[in-house]
């Protein structure tokens, strides 16, 4: 079954710390993993998305990672601020672009950066 | 280029009822995708329109369907409201294969 399993669910970090969420997937044929942040009450915006051969995106402050063998990812936050406070949504598509039928999405990391 | 726009933000149902919500694309986009997020499922996709046709469809009940206009725009409409249907329904459209653009989502509140 087609998954996409993220945590820790919720995580509370001070401001200046880093941190890393885990997105850990299932989805096969890969096509490609995206990272969104999700601010309350908002929609979802994209950070970055990667393909099976890319191993290391940077955003600013945020760097995901991919190992397409383990498939696994994760997104790293490098000292961060009270604006970083969100849920952090992991997307893998199944397919090989157009429909968007084969997205999987997790349930997400609830950050919260307290001062 | 504005944004993925949604109207009307907030909405209060009854049970029984039926709503209709819009979604204005970015300006080119062809293809308008909805979701429906709750804190239990979290984001799960509806159906995506592009050209005016059903490209694909979610595993929703058949109280649930939308339609695309010439000019881009989506509806989608949720018939005989359940309290399960509360959520924020959000539309997303995209212009290429991989990326796209969420708007600020619908609040839904069936009572």
């Known amino acids: 079954k087609n998954q996409v399993e993220q945590s820790p669910q919720s995580l509370i970090i001070l401001e200046g710390k880093n941190c890393t969420l885990q997105?850990?997937?299932?989805?096969?044929?890969?096509?490609?993993l995206r990272w969104y942040k999700q601010d309350t009450g908002r929609g979802p915006v994209s950070l970055t998305i990667?393909?099976?051969?890319?191993n290391t995106k940077s955003n600013g402050r945020y760097t995901a990672t991919l190992d397409a063998d383990t498939k696994q990812s994760s997104l790293h936050i490098t000292a961060s601020q009270l604006s970083d406070s969100a849920s952090y949504i992991c997307?893998?598509?199944?397919?090989?672009?157009?429909?968007?039928?084969?997205?999987?999405f997790g349930k997400g990391t609830k950050l919260s950066v307290k001062p | 280029k504005a944004g993925v726009t949604q109207t009307p933000r907030y909405l209060i149902k009854t049970r029984g009822q039926q709503v209709t919500l819009s979604c204005s694309p970015i300006?080119?986009?062809?293809?308008v995708s909805w979701y429906q997020q709750t804190p239990g499922q979290g984001l799960q996709f509806l159906f995506e329109?592009?050209?005016?046709?059903?490209?694909n469809k979610g595993n929703f009940p058949g109280r649930f369907s939308g339609r695309q206009f010439s000019n881009s725009r989506s509806e989608m409409n949720v018939s005989t409201l359940e309290l399960g249907d509360s959520a924020l329904y959000l539309c997303?459209?995209?212009?290429?294969?991989?990326?796209?653009?969420f708007g600020p989502g619908t609040r839904l509140t069936v009572t």
């Open positions: 990667m393909t099976f051969s890319e």
């Open positions: 300006s080119g986009h062809r293809s």
């Open positions: 329109y592009f050209s005016e046709t059903q490209r």
């Open positions: 997307v893998v598509s199944g397919n090989y672009g157009g429909s968007q039928g084969n997205l999987i």
């Open positions: 997105c850990n997937y299932t989805v096969s044929p890969f096509s490609n």
């Open positions: 997303a459209s995209k212009e290429t294969d991989y990326e796209q653009y």
